[in-house]
């Protein structure tokens, strides 16, 4: 009797324990592909992320028309391989129509904005009608080129410090080569201890080439989405080196030596502009306070000797 209620204590307390724990489930096949998909950017949808209204509603209502004035501003402007392309090398999602939405919204901004300063001025009397509806379509056309004005610095700031960070990210790919990593896990090393525009562009690449793509082929995307000359020239050594069977460590070391002289030649370049503009406020600045404090003497004793 005491045996069995012992064995009832112990299976109530053994059910209650696991109760607590949790439950084993079968993993699912996305949970199984969410590591080596992780990285992928997804395609953005136009005026998806990052409302640009503040009311959800009023962004539901106006969608359709600024998505009618995106269409036709696209046909107006055109140049839609170059957007295209400037969207990939400044890291975002290539959809051409949500930067023409943005385009759209600053131009309105800008009739806004243009619109304010007509009526300012019509209400003081300055100005004729016409010059006032001038004033206002051409805020209108400052708000739509200062967006893709604006595409083009970003463009050109991740372009720098990609450069910035690019001769340490190849001394580093040499020397785990170097160490006995393949190119796959020494960009793989690489990439989970940097940070940074390179360091995302390398996990993209890592993305592609687990996704099915061979590494060449992914170096070679990677190559593109840059555009930058000495990325290019870089990935152009190592496909090479992995294509042919060059060994691939003394490949790396001559491309990081490369991609050091470069960054000094480049260096010694914007050092050689900035000396160029210094000289500016020494010349126009503190060369005239200095002559005046050498010659005002001399005319303030010339003046007591009179």
Avoid: N
């Avoid at 503040?54 to 995106?70: Q, S």
């Avoid at 010059?131 to 805020?139: D, Y």
């Avoid at 996990?203 to 990677?222: E, F, H, V």
Wanted: proline letters at 6%; one cysteine or more.
């Amino acid at each position: 009797m005491q045996g069995g209620v012992v064995g009832l204590a112990l299976g109530c307390g053994l059910a209650v324990t696991l109760s607590r724990l949790p439950m084993l489930r079968r993993v699912g096949l996305d949970a199984r592909l969410a590591p080596y998909l992780r990285d992928a950017v997804p395609p953005s949808r136009m005026l998806g992320q990052g409302p640009t209204m503040p009311l959800p509603a009023l962004r539901r209502l106006l969608a359709p028309v600024v998505r009618d004035a995106a269409m036709r501003a696209d046909q107006v402007l055109g140049g839609t391989a170059s957007v295209h392309r400037r969207l990939v090398r400044a890291g975002r999602a290539p959809d051409v129509e949500a930067l023409r939405a943005e385009q759209v919204l600053w131009g309105a901004g800008g009739l806004g904005v243009g619109g304010l300063a007509a009526g300012m001025l019509w209400l003081r009397g300055s100005g004729s009608a016409l010059a006032l509806v001038l004033l206002v379509l051409a805020s209108g056309g400052f708000g739509v080129a200062l967006r893709d004005w604006s595409l083009s610095q970003q463009v050109s700031r991740r372009e720098r410090r990609i450069l910035g960070q690019f001769p340490t990210v190849a001394e580093m790919l040499a020397l785990s080569v170097s160490a006995g990593e393949g190119p796959v896990a020494a960009l793989d090393r690489v990439a989970g201890l940097s940070d940074g525009e390179l360091a995302e562009e390398l996990r993209r690449t890592l993305a592609d080439a687990r996704a099915g793509a061979s590494l060449p082929t992914a170096l070679q995307a990677l190559s593109d989405r840059t555009g930058l000359v000495p990325l290019a020239r870089f990935v152009d050594g190592v496909v090479v080196a992995i294509e042919r069977g060059t060994p691939l460590a003394d490949v790396l070391r001559s491309q990081a030596q490369d991609v050091r002289e470069s960054g000094q030649r480049a260096l010694m370049d914007a050092a050689g502009k900035k000396e160029i503009a210094m000289m500016i406020p020494v010349v126009f600045l503190i060369l005239p306070v200095t002559v005046l404090f050498a010659v005002y003497p001399g005319f303030a004793f010339l003046r007591l000797g009179l």
